[in-house]
């Protein structure tokens, strides 16, 4: 099974900033994707990192708020862009494989806009 | 749109008691079912997953599902709880080939001792 880190872990950050969170794989998978889970609700999905090329965004979220690189196939960035404190929320990074099969998640970062 | 829907959203038990969590997604077509658990603290782990085959699914700490495709229904249950299992468990679903997971809205389990 791949294990996935993910930081910061958390942060505190001012209206109008941005935060880039990172995702590191410890092996090579072939799918990545960015969720959101907001205070007491479920996860929902941002965007799926695409290796090399623009991520592909799910309806509501648009790069320009999102931007996600995806470098290689063990890491992936997710960028919250001008924070609003709506934006306060956990973001988590998952990744999978075709032999896989199954999705595995990072820790998660809570992100707290003030 | 694929939707999936847990209907309790908290539930409370005491150690030794019988579990059942509601799953029902809204897929006609073939699909992937899972069971995800967040223990406190911790992140997403996977409890136990369907493709194809058996629909009673055995997962890991004595979980297991039940896949009725006619009732688009993937149940949790455990027998008997433990106060360890005190988490929020997550039904999730993808169809084939898509590998987005799309997640419930979760449940909450507290275990008294």
């Known amino acids: 099974s791949a294990v996935i880190s993910q930081k910061p872990s958390r942060d505190i950050c001012q209206r109008g900033t941005s935060l880039t969170i990172q995702c590191q794989v410890d092996?090579?998978?072939?799918?990545m994707f960015w969720y959101r889970q907001q205070p007491g609700q479920s996860l929902t999905l941002i965007a799926t990192a695409n290796q090399g090329s623009e991520a592909t965004y799910e309806s509501g979220f648009v790069i320009d708020k999102f931007p996600i690189s995806r470098p290689n196939l063990t890491f992936s960035t997710l960028t919250v862009s001008n924070m609003s404190p709506e934006d306060s929320s956990i973001y988590l990074c998952s990744g999978d494989s075709w032999s896989n099969t199954e999705a595995f998640f990072g820790q998660g970062t809570r992100l707290t806009v003030v | 749109a694929q939707s999936v829907s847990q209907h309790n959203h908290h539930v409370i038990l005491s150690e030794a008691a019988s579990l059942e969590l509601g799953c029902n997604y809204s897929y006609g077509g073939t699909v992937n079912l899972f069971w995800y658990v967040q223990y406190p603290g911790q992140h997403l782990q996977l409890l136990l997953k369907?493709?194809?085959?058996?629909?009673l699914v055995k997962g890991i700490k004595g979980f297991e599902a039940e896949f009725i495709k006619s009732k688009f229904s993937f149940n949790l249950r455990k027998p008997s709880v433990q106060w360890s299992d005190t988490a929020e468990y997550f039904c999730?679903?993808?169809?084939?080939?898509?590998?987005?997971?799309?997640f419930g809205t979760g449940t909450r389990l507290q275990v008294f001792p």
């Open positions: 092996s090579q998978v072939t799918m």
């Open positions: 999730a679903v993808n169809a084939p080939n898509t590998d987005k997971l799309i």
């Open positions: 369907y493709f194809s085959g058996d629909p």
